[in-house]
C-alpha cells in the first residue's frame, strides 16, 4: 500500500510537471513576433551622394572642396529633418600643417533615450601615397572617404521618408582622419577629428556604434577587425548576424583579422563608446586593396551592390533595435 501511494504521488507530480512545461511551450510559441517595417536601401541614391562628393575634387582639409563638400554634407542633414551640430576646431598635422576641420552629426528622435551612432570620415588623404607613379598626386577618395558618407546620406534620407525607429540614431562624419604618417608607429597622426569628438563630446552617450570606411569597393570583403572583436564583440556579432540573413555573407565574411588604428579606436577608448569598424580588408592585395591611396580611388570601383548590403544592413539593424 506504501509502494502503491507513493507512486501515486510520483505519477501526479510527473503530470503536474508535464502541464506546468505545456504552459511554458505554449507561452514560448504564442510570444507575438516583433514586426518591423525596415526601408529598402536605395544603392542608386547612395551612388549619387558618392558621385557629389568626389564632384567636388579632393576632399584635403583647408581647401575649396573640402569646405564645399561638408557644407553639401550640413545642408542634406538639414534637409531630411536631422538636428545637426558642427563641432569646429583646429588641429595640428605629423607634418606640422594647421588644419581647420568640422565634425559634422545628425541627429534623428533626439528625444530617444537610446541611441545608435552610425559613422564614417569625409576627408580625402591630401596625395596619393601608395600610388607608384606620382605619390604626391591628388586623388578623388571615392571608397576612401565618400563611400561611407553616401551611406550615411542614403540613411538619412530613408529615415525622413518613413516611419523611423524606435531608438535614436545619430550619423556622425569625422574629419582629419587622412592626414596621416603613413609607415612606422605615428598612429595618433591619424584620425584627428575622432581624436577630437571623442575628448570633447560632452554629456553625448551612445549604446554602441558603427564605423564606416572604404564601404563602396567592388568585391569587397570585410572581416572581423582586431579592435572591434576586442572591444565591441557582441555588435560586431549583431550587424554580421543581420547581414548574413540578408544574403551578404559574401561581404561580411566573419574571418578575424588584425587590429587596425581607425576612428572606432578613439571611439572605443576615450568616449568609452563601444564601436566596431565595418572594413574593407583585403590583406593579400595590400591589407586595403591596391587602389589604396592611389589615384585608382575614384568611381570606377564603386559598386552600388556593395553599398546596398552595407546600407541595408545597417537599416535592418537599427529599426530592429529594441528601445
Known amino acids: 500500500m506504501t509502494n502503491l501511494r507513493h507512486l501515486l504521488i510520483i505519477g501526479l507530480a510527473s503530470i503536474v510537471l508535464f502541464l506546468s512545461n505545456c504552459k511554458h511551450e505554449e507561452k514560448a510559441v504564442n510570444k507575438p513576433v516583433r514586426q518591423v517595417q525596415v526601408p ?48 569646429e576646431f583646429e588641429a595640428t598635422a605629423y607634418d606640422g600643417t594647421r588644419l581647420q576641420l568640422r565634425n559634422i552629426m545628425g541627429s534623428f528622435n533626439p ?28 586623388f578623388d577618395g571615392a571608397n576612401d572617404g565618400a563611400s561611407g558618407v553616401g551611406v550615411l546620406l542614403e540613411i538619412a534620407r530613408q ?54 570606411d572604404m564601404v563602396g569597393g567592388k568585391n569587397a570583403r570585410f572581416p572581423w577587425e582586431g579592435y572591434s572583436r576586442k572591444m565591441a564583440k557582441n555588435i560586431l556579432r549583431k550587424v554580421w548576424t543581420q547581414a548574413a540573413d540578408l544574403g551578404y555573407s559574401r561581404y561580411f565574411v566573419p574571418r578575424k583579422e588584425g587590429a587596425i588604428t581607425d576612428d572606432h579606436y578613439y571611439v572605443n577608448t576615450i568616449a568609452k563608446i563601444p564601436m566596431i569598424d565595418i572594413l574593407h580588408w ?16 575614384n568611381m570606377a570601383i564603386i559598386d552600388k551592390n556593395t553599398l546596398k548590403a552595407v546600407g541595408q544592413t545597417l537599416l535592418h539593424v537599427v529599426y530592429y533595435e529594441e528601445p
Open 40 to 87: 529598402a536601401f536605395n544603392a542608386d541614391s547612395a551612388y549619387f551622394y558618392v558621385q557629389e562628393q568626389v564632384d567636388f575634387g579632393p576632399r584635403i582639409p583647408n581647401s575649396t572642396a573640402h569646405r564645399q563638400a561638408g557644407d553639401k554634407i550640413i545642408q542634406r542633414l538639414k534637409a531630411y529633418g536631422a538636428s545637426v551640430k558642427v563641432q
Open 111 to 138: 528625444q530617444a533615450r537610446k541611441r545608435i551612432l552610425l559613422a564614417t570620415h569625409w576627408d580625402t588623404r591630401p596625395w596619393a601615397s601608395k600610388d607608384p607613379d606620382d605619390p604626391q598626386a591628388p
Open 159 to 212: 529615415l525622413a521618408a518613413g516611419q523611423p525607429p524606435e531608438v535614436g540614431i545619430d550619423l556622425l562624419f569625422f574629419d582629419g582622419e587622412d592626414w596621416g604618417e603613413e609607415g612606422g608607429n605615428n598612429f595618433d597622426s591619424w584620425c584627428l577629428g575622432s581624436q577630437y569628438w571623442a575628448k570633447h563630446k560632452g554629456n553625448y552617450a551612445a549604446y554602441y556604434g558603427i564605423l564606416l
Open 282 to 297: 583585403e590583406p593579400e592585395a595590400g591589407y586595403f586593396g591596391t587602389w589604396h591611396h592611389t589615384r585608382q580611388d
